[in-house]
């Protein structure tokens, strides 16, 4: 169920009929409906509701919209945030301070600072460096930093290469044998008060036993810190529950997450942290475009529409699937290739694939676009920055406006020995 139905043949985001917003704002275009995250975040949250004592921080980067970050903050979620703007996002969207989560392997002395001036919640440290960086930065700030020391489990989360992150052969985190010494090493710092570990093996995660694996491994790990004298009272499990981009997939869902996780968990005592991202906006939100025209060609014509790889740049960069609907249509199916108007092959968004029949004009919607979409847009070849809409019932509103190259030209300029 994601508030993307089709309604006297026409699709609607809510109760509103896409082709008002296209018209009203011109394409391509992003739409998120408002119910469907907050459905998302109801489930996910209810699916954890066995365990005792828990922290849900949304995973900012999957959409940092602030409209969106402003939905999620009144559903009483925190935020997991990488950098100091993203932080600043979920700030002015009203997320307190306490309920942020800082990850990532390159937080700089800035951004470090700025965190602790902000009074942000955890630090999810990422190496040695970073723990000794934050605990002087710290104690000359005459604070302590709550913080965790993230593990890489070395588990193969069985996704993309491209968004594995558990391996150990990834950036991320400490190797699990390393964990203990360093844990002393940092835990004995003034300015830092560590109190737990975290992990996060990986993103569209579709099979829950390499999860499993990798809690099962915080759990050992956990005793062994305990049984040193450390007093543990956090372990933060990251996000990547993965969603179903193909029209019938199944996947487990937050039920089924949830219970691998208490029965996983049971007798930990510590307050479980969670950072969920693409389960909760994946499918809140669809990319809106127009076909610019049919290309005939052989065996296939390429259907030409005017969203491109900058706009949502899935496909060309882990070669992902997003359903391609029209959202008129007639009933009839043609195989097509579907291409946007960018100057390389990678930008092409379904290869050979049976769609809905498509003509110059008509538009049509990738599904499953509210997560890893709008964020990851740019303007290559000089195109606007793709527009946000968010539907709530009956209304809905530009979240983002397009940014048009004008206005990014507007910021280059041409140095004094060139004029
Ligand atoms: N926590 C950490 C430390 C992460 O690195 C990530 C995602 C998350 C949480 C949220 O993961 P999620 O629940 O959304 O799977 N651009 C890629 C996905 C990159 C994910 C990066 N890290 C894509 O479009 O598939």
């Not at 291409?339 to 003509?359: H, L, Q």
């Amino acid at each position: 169920m994601d508030h993307f139905e089709y309604v006297d043949g026409v699709l609607h985001a809510e109760q509103v009929a896409v082709p008002a917003i296209a018209a009203a704002v011109g394409t391509p275009v992003y739409i998120y409906a408002e119910a469907t995250l907050r459905r998302h975040a109801r489930v996910f949250a209810e699916g954890l509701a066995a365990l005792p004592k828990k922290h849900i921080a949304f995973a900012v980067k999957s959409n940092p919209n602030l409209a969106v970050l402003r939905v999620l903050a009144s559903e009483g979620y925190g935020a997991d945030v990488v950098s100091q703007g993203e932080m600043e996002r979920a700030l002015a969207a009203g997320m307190p301070a306490a309920d942020i989560v800082f990850s990532g392997v390159g937080k700089t002395r800035a951004e470090l600072t700025a965190a602790l001036r902000a009074g942000i919640g955890q630090f999810n440290l990422e190496s040695e460096e970073e723990g000794v960086e934050l605990a002087e930065i710290a104690a000359q700030m005459g604070v302590s930093a709550p913080a965790v020391l993230r593990v890489n489990p070395d588990v193969d989360a069985k996704t993309h290469e491209k968004i594995s992150t558990g391996k150990a052969e990834n950036k991320f985190g400490v190797a699990l044998d390393q964990t203990p010494a360093m844990y002393a090493r940092l835990a004995a710092l003034p300015g830092l008060d560590l109190r737990g570990i975290a992990c996060h093996i990986g993103s569209q995660i579709t099979d829950l036993e390499p999860s499993r694996q990798a809690f099962i491994r915080m759990g050992e790990l956990l005793a062994v810190l305990r049984a040193a004298g450390h007093v543990v009272s956090h372990v933060d499990l990251g996000g990547g529950l993965g969603v179903p981009y193909r029209m019938g997939e199944t996947l487990p869902g937050p039920a089924e997450y949830g219970a691998m996780v208490a029965a996983v968990t049971a007798g930990w005592d510590v307050t479980l942290m969670f950072e969920p991202g693409r389960v909760i906006t994946g499918n809140s939100g669809i990319l809106v475009t127009e076909v610019v025209r049919v290309k005939a060609a052989e065996p296939y014509p390429f259907v030409v529409v005017d969203a491109a790889m900058n706009d949502l740049v899935r496909p060309a960069m882990y070669d992902a699937w997003h359903d391609f609907v029209a959202v008129a249509p007639t009933g009839a199916t043609m195989t097509a290739t579907v291409v946007g108007p960018i100057c390389e092959s990678s930008d092409t968004f379904a290869k050979r694939r049976e769609i809905d029949v498509v003509k110059q004009g008509d538009l049509a919607a990738f599904r499953t676009a509210g997560a890893y979409g709008a964020t990851m847009a740019n303007t290559y070849n000089s195109r606007p920055l793709v527009p946000e809409v968010m539907v709530n019932g009956d209304q809905w509103a530009i979240v983002a406006n397009r940014i048009e190259p004008a206005t990014i030209l507007a910021a280059e300029q041409v140095p004094a020995w060139l004029k």
